[in-house]
Structure formats: structure tokens, C-alpha cells
């Protein structure tokens, strides 16, 4: 070797001092564009999955925030309804979607707490590929029956059951959720004999009002609307208090039947969306459901906004799977 020629030796540290300011810049580069990723966005539309069909709760929800979103950040907020296998479908698009905050998830109790035990394998598990954002409300399900039917009220309710024994259906919006699972309990407590009709969502109300289903444990805002129309009638409300909706109403608690729980709506992002954005959506949604108008027709509905920010409304979630495992295997539930 001549003596301008480094050795080995020599040239190692520089060779190595090198490649960690590279590595450093090109670190520092994708930092940069991260934090720039999130203050600049949204820039572009945004895309809002429902897991259930039009006109149900989670709809209803998705639509009037997403509206308010799209008219404060001024790009479009597109709802797109994504129904099938009891809300795994939406789930499964959006755990597959990119990480970057343009495509988001409006789910419910259902398919995010109940249905990893449901299913059993998922293919895109919610607890793991899901990043939690915001709540959207906390909803009662509402014990209804036909108008047509003639009943009035909770004595005339359970004369009815025990006077058609083995002649009782009732409805929900899935198997494994709560309208299914909460009915489940019902006919327990009641010691009724009643057949389970499940649907896909909000096709299952259409079919309580025809009269084709005896009765139905179904979330507030979805059969609210329903109930003042005379379209349906009220017998009680699965929530610990009475609701601001409709304050006649009595708990199930109050009539002596051991029930007081309800659903749950939100927001969901794929995993591994950027904090910032998360944190952004979470905010922005919080300060939509604040809003005096917004507030006062989801209240009107039966929807109790509860303020999570994003840590608060992770640890909720993973809470209420850890409630809802023993209850589903308890049920026997399983997939069609």
C-alpha cells in the first residue's frame, strides 16, 4: 500500500462516522415529512366506512360529523356504507386501508368488542388492526313492538310473551350484538320462549314495524324517529337511568328486570395511523359533538356524547372487549 492509502483500520471509523450522519439525515428526513404529513392534513377527501347499512345508529352518527367535517376542513367527507358479516366487512377494509388518516372506520360495540370472540379467527382482528379515535356517542338499545300490535305497555308486553309461548320472534342487526345478546338476556330473565331472527342492520327495524317480528331491542336513534311517528311503541330502555329522548320511558331495572347496558359508536383509524392525525380527528370530533345543535339533536335521538380523548377512548375499548368475551360464550353464539 503507498502512504496516501488508508488501511482498513484507518478507514472503518470514517466509513462508519459517515453512514451514521447518512442514516441520520435520511431519519431526520422522514421525521419531517411525518410531522409535515400531519399539519397539513386533511388535503385530500376522506372516506368514512359504516359497517352497517344506511339509516341505522352508526349511519346516522358517521353522517352528521362527517357533514361537519367536511364543511370546517373544506374537503370532501364521503360516507360509504359497507354492510356484511355482521360488520367484519368495514372492519377488514379499513384494517387493510392505508395508515394515513383518509380512511376511516364508523363501528360499534358489535364488531369491535364482540366479534373477535364471535369469530374466533378473524382475518383482520379490530383489537390488533384498529387504532381507536374518538366516541361518538353511548346509545341505550330501546325495548319496541309493531303499533300494529296493539300493546301498550310493559304488563300488556309480558302477557303477550306468556300467552303466544314458541310463537315469538324477535330481532337484531347481527348475531352477537348487543340487540341480539342483550334480547339473549332478556329471554333468560324473563324464561320466555322466543326464536332470534337475525339481519344485516337496519333492515331488522323495517321488519318490527311490518309486525314481522314481535319485538326488538334496538338503539335509540335508530327507532326514536319510529316510536314518535307512531310507527312503533315504547316499553322500556336497557340504560341505568331514564333518557333524555323520552324521560316516560321506564329502565328495565325500574320493571324489575336485571339489565342495564346499551351500545356504543366511534371512530376508528387503520393501525399505525400518524399520533398527530389521530390526535387531530379525535379533537375535531369531540369539539363537532360539543356543538350546541349537534348536541341537542343527538340527545333528541338518545345519544349520550361522552368526551374520550384518544388514550381515554383506547383503554374504553379494550375495557369493554374484556367485558363482553365471557358473555358471548356464555350466549353460545356463533357465526352463521
Request: net charge neutral.
Amino acid at each position: 500500500t503507498g502512504e496516501d492509502t488508508l488501511s482498513l483500520h484507518d478507514a472503518l471509523p470514517i466509513f462508519i462516522q459517515s453512514l451514521a450522519v447518512t442514516l441520520g439525515c435520511v431519519f431526520t428526513l422522514g421525521s419531517s415529512a411525518f410531522a409535515q404529513s400531519a399539519a397539513s392534513y386533511p388535503d385530500k377527501p376522506i372516506k368514512i366506512i359504516v359497517s352497517f347499512t344506511a339509516g341505522g345508529t352508526t349511519d346516522i352518527l358517521a353522517r352528521e360529523v362527517g357533514n361537519q367535517m367536511s364543511i370546517r376542513w373544506k374537503v370532501p367527507v364521503i360516507v360509504e356504507n359497507k354492510p356484511g358479516a355482521a360488520g367484519n366487512l368495514g372492519t377488514e377494509i379499513v384494517g387493510r386501508a392505508a395508515p394515513d388518516g383518509y380512511t376511516l372506520l364508523a363501528s360499534s360495540i358489535g364488531p369491535i368488542s364482540i366479534n373477535p370472540t364471535l369469530f374466533g379467527n378473524l382475518p383482520v382482528n379490530p383489537q390488533k388492526s384498529l387504532q381507536p379515535v374518538a366516541l361518538l356517542g353511548d346509545v341505550p338499545n330501546i325495548l319496541a313492538v309493531p303499533a300494529s300490535s296493539g300493546i301498550k305497555n310493559w304488563k300488556e308486553f309480558v302477557a303477550y310473551l306468556k300467552a303466544n309461548p314458541g310463537a315469538i320472534n324477535y330481532g337484531s342487526t347481527g348475531i352477537g350484538t348487543t340487540a341480539h345478546l342483550i334480547s339473549y338476556l332478556f329471554a333468560q330473565k324473563m324464561s320466555i320462549d322466543a326464536t332470534h331472527i337475525p339481519y344485516k342492520g337496519a333492515e331488522a327495524t323495517r321488519d318490527l314495524v311490518a309486525g314481522r317480528l314481535q319485538f326488538m331491542f334496538a338503539t335509540a336513534p335508530s327507532v326514536v324517529p319510529l316510536i314518535k311517528s307512531g310507527q312503533l311503541t315504547a316499553i322500556a330502555v336497557s340504560s341505568k337511568k331514564r333518557i333524555s329522548a323520552m324521560p316516560d320511558l321506564p329502565t328495565l331495572n325500574e320493571l324489575g328486570v336485571d339489565i342495564a347496558t346499551g351500545a356504543w359508536f366511534g371512530f376508528f383509524a387503520p393501525a399505525g395511523t400518524n399520533p398527530a392525525i389521530v390526535k387531530k380527528l379525535n379533537e375535531t370530533t369531540l369539539s363537532i359533538l360539543e356543538e350546541p345543535a349537534i348536541k341537542q339533536k343527538l340527545l333528541g335521538l338518545g345519544a349520550d356524547p361522552i368526551p374520550m380523548n384518544v388514550q381515554e377512548f383506547t383503554k374504553f375499548v379494550r375495557n369493554d372487549f374484556a367485558l363482553w368475551a365471557p358473555i358471548v360464550k356464555a350466549s353460545g353464539a356463533k357465526p352463521e
